[in-house]
């Protein structure tokens, strides 16, 4: 496979609608099938009228991101959504 090093994907963030979000937990999988790096993690988030378990993204972390977009593909309801910088040409 060929990927390009030149214009690699560059996430600046990761978004987590938290409505959609089904807690499957299928993203706190440690062993890196699901994030390579792990950066997911279970906290309470607000949701519409109410304050529940969610799924965050490790922010602090986001250095060890590798913008592979594993999450945004793997996440069963879609909920997971990587914001990527995008250079002006
Ligand atoms: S994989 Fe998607 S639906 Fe499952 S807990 Fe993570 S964010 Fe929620
Ligand atoms: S883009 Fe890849 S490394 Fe970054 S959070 Fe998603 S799965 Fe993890």
Do not use: W
Not at 36 to 47: A, C, G, Q, T
């Amino acid at each position: 496979m060929v990927t390009s090093i030149t214009h690699p994907d560059q996430i600046i963030s990761i978004k987590i609608d938290h409505e959609k979000c089904n807690m499957c937990e299928n993203c706190l999988d440690e062993n890196g099938k699901f994030c390579p790096k792990n950066l997911f993690y279970k906290d309470i988030v607000k949701k519409v009228g109410r304050e529940e378990e969610g799924i965050r993204f490790k922010f602090k972390e986001i250095s060890k991101c590798q913008g592979c977009l594993k999450c945004e593909l793997s996440c069963p309801e879609r909920a997971i959504k990587p914001v990527k910088f995008e250079a002006e040409i």
